[in-house]
């Protein structure tokens, strides 16, 4: 038994499957967009972002992209109604199952509050397990 996919703008068929890495020659991006994180009405500040990630997945050739692939975080601060610009981080080489990933420092919102994007592009193994946020109230 195959999953097989459409592609309804040019008509060719792909084979679904667990592995895949692109979408014909489009990289499969993995997003993540948390609901809004809020302390309403005071509002919080985001110390630090901790992602729990599939760690060893970069390829031992290729671009780099896929030797050296990296995740990216966009940061909403009025409930994610729109997003900041786009921070990156280094998710490690082949084999290297230690590598942590954390951003830093990603600033205060108050009512609505803060939601996140993570992103994945690279042709490599994706999954995301976790995501912890740091925060600390703001005093009204």
Avoid: H, W
Avoid at 36 to 51: E, H, K, M, T
Avoid at 79 to 107: C, D, H, S, W
């Amino acid at each position: 038994s195959k999953n097989l996919l459409l592609d309804a703008t040019d008509g060719n068929i792909y084979e679904f499957t667990f592995d895949v890495e692109n979408d014909g020659s489009d990289p499969c991006i993995l997003t993540i967009e948390t609901s809004p994180l809020s302390a309403f009405p005071d509002g919080y500040s985001c110390n630090r972002l901790q992602v729990d990630y599939q760690r060893g997945v970069g390829l031992t050739a290729g671009a780099a992209s896929a030797t050296e692939p990296e995740m990216m975080l966009n940061v909403s601060k009025d409930g994610g109604m729109t997003y900041g610009p786009t921070y990156t981080r280094q998710m490690g080489a082949v084999g290297e199952y230690t590598k942590e990933i954390g951003f830093n420092r990603l600033g205060t919102t108050k009512g609505a509050g803060m939601a996140f994007k993570l992103s994945i592009s690279a042709p490599v193994g994706k999954a995301i397990f976790n995501a912890v946020a740091d925060l600390t109230p703001l005093k009204g």
